[in-house]
């Protein structure tokens, strides 16, 4: 199955570029300019990587990396940074952020990163089936 | 602007309502290097250093386009020999196009860089006016835009020369920017306007509101400090008036 990701930043000519190569990777690729449209995107659909860009207009990558983690704390973000300071990496580890690559990014770099990022996703939404079922099993006295 | 300190009084360092401090002040005069040296200060290294990031990441943001690019160009030629399909030459000349655009953009933005870099060169320069507030504005647009502002192209009808300190003056121009932002109108676009009047020439920047009319999310950006920037008018010898509702001010002798 192939890996679903949200791509966000600013430069449109890095999304167009940055999504047909992953597509020709046999990725299922959504790309938007906007933190805001990110958000929406993301209250209705669900990912197994989210890449976004560190320094955006309107809300920064680590605003919006929160923003992400509050509607769902189990998205998988991998923060792209033109400029990556370490304080900035400390800080986007802190809040939840699954991994910093800077740009210019290598694409196979950030392939593996994707896959690392799907294996989570999978784990973390396992162990909440799991605890449904126990939750399920528990609540029915079975 | 000659390297003297006029009317200005030492003080245990301390910075108040614009009057200068340094306890290095000899008989009331620095010479140039010193004088320069201490009106630069904090908020000038500040203003270089986080305009050296924005001009870092613009450049590492075509960097990226153009690699992504060729990597693209790489992932084509993988696929013909893979396929054995033929390449199409107008997709390759396409993305050619791309990268040269890519490359323009780089050297635009580091062709602003060097003229940035230059900016400290000399203490006094006669320089033009509009093209100095086009550098500060051209610079200062990603950080305002991380802030929800943008910065309308100036407004002059005329050529206008002044003798300054270029950098102390675009580190001016930048603080005042700044501090706007804090009440800009609810469109977020900055105005400025340059305009000759006698003998002073006019920087005008428009479309604010009341302090306490300010969005929300303006009253979220961190104002600089009023003494820095009273400081560094004064050191200039700049009139600078914020008390205006919808207005800023700056006089410059012409």
Partial sequence: ?142 | MTGQIKNKQANNGQLKNGQVNSGQINNGQLNSGEHESLSIGNSGLQYFGSMSASIAHEIKNALAITNENAGLMEDLSLMVIKSGQPLDPERIAKLSRKVMDQVKRADEIVKKMSRFAHSVDDPVKVINLTELLDLTLDLGRRSASAYGVTLAPVQCEIPISVQTNPFILMNLLWLVIKSASTRVNSDKQLQISVSKEQKKVRITITNLIKTEDATQDAKKISAPNKDEIIYLANFLDIELDMKQEREIILLLAG
Avoid at chain 1, 67 to 88: C, F, R, S, Y
Avoid at chain 1, 101 to 109: R, V
């Fill in chain 1, 1 to 142: 199955m192939s890996e679903k990701i949200l791509l966000i930043d600013d430069e449109t000519e890095f999304l167009e570029i940055m999504s047909e190569r992953m597509k020709n990777r046999g990725m299922d690729v959504t790309t938007v300019a906007s933190p805001k449209d990110a958000l929406v995107k993301v209250m209705n659909e669900t990912y197994d990587a989210i890449i976004v860009d560190l320094m955006m207009p309107e809300m920064d990558g680590l605003q919006t990396l929160k923003a992400l983690k509050k509607i769902n704390p189990d998205v998988q973000i991998i923060m792209l940074t033109g400029h990556a300071t370490v304080e900035k990496g400390i800080e986007a580890m802190k809040l939840g952020a699954m991994d910093l690559l800077e740009k210019p990014a290598d694409l196979n770099t950030l392939t593996e990163k994707i896959h690392k990022a799907k294996a989570r996703k999978m784990i973390l939404v396992e162990k909440h089936t799991e605890e449904k079922i126990k939750n399920i099993i528990s609540s029915k006295g079975w």
